[in-house]
């Protein structure tokens, strides 16, 4: 079946401006997480959705990142005000919540450049 | 702070022989951890996991191994091969206590030669 997947795969803005993120999980996956990844780095968890609910936004860095999952299934990561230090690569990740251990898959990513 | 460290940037092997990924880390609280293999241009791919339960892992020739009290885990590909060729992430959990956020190491650059 169809992974995830991320659109746009690349955005490129000016400072100051806002983007949305947009990220559809495997079909039937409950949980759906958010990390960033900077250049040489490990993926950094921003937020995790359990169903339409937020069930941890700890790693969001400032109220300028907002994420949605209105229906359960697509989300939506909302960056305000964009600022040159938000480039990264923005990864998203479903898992069907099952038994004992969780295996996340991973999207390929949206490449955020603000220049 | 960096809780999971993957001390070695890259690592270079001959295929047929073993290669030998490491990491460290410092939050006893972590119960569940994993490798993740992640190719140019695409997401991390879940590789390998093991609970802190236990200490050996094996799926075919890919071997995680941890070591608790050294807050140490390691995996071992045999025979390595030239497809193996990727970055690999050490990720962990604390699944008991705070679910599924998983925290990721700076990852290693593993290339097989032919």
């Known amino acids: 079946g169809a992974g995830v997947s991320q659109t746009p795969s690349n955005k490129v803005t000016e400072k100051g401006k806002y983007v949305e993120l947009r990220c559809d999980p495997i079909?039937?996956?409950?949980?759906l997480y958010w990390y960033r990844q900077s250049l040489g780095q490990g993926p950094e968890f921003l937020i995790y959705f359990q169903g339409t609910g937020a069930a941890d936004d700890s790693g969001l860095p400032n109220d300028r990142f907002f994420a949605v999952r209105p229906e359960g299934s697509v989300s939506t990561l909302k960056i305000q005000r964009t600022e040159r230090g938000d480039s990264a690569m923005y990864l998203c990740a479903s898992s069907s919540r099952q038994g004992a251990t969780d295996t996340q898959y991973f999207g390929p990513g949206t490449r955020l450049t603000v220049l | 702070d960096q809780q999971v460290k993957q001390n070695s940037p890259s690592l270079s092997v001959q295929e047929g022989r073993i290669s030998i990924l490491n990491c460290d880390y410092t939050?006893?609280?972590?119960?569940?951890f994993l490798w993740y293999k992640k190719y140019p241009a695409e997401g991390p791919t879940f590789l390998i996991s093991i609970s802190s339960i236990k200490d050996k892992n094996e799926d075919g020739r890919f071997t995680v191994f941890l070591n608790k009290s050294a807050k140490h885990l390691s995996l071992h590909i045999v025979p390595s091969q030239p497809g193996d060729s990727a970055v690999y992430f050490c990720a962990a959990s604390e699944w008991e206590t705070s679910g599924s956020r998983l925290t990721f190491g700076e990852g290693t650059q593993l290339t097989v030669n032919p």
């Open positions: 079909s039937g996956h409950t949980a």
């Open positions: 939050n006893s609280m972590f119960d569940y």
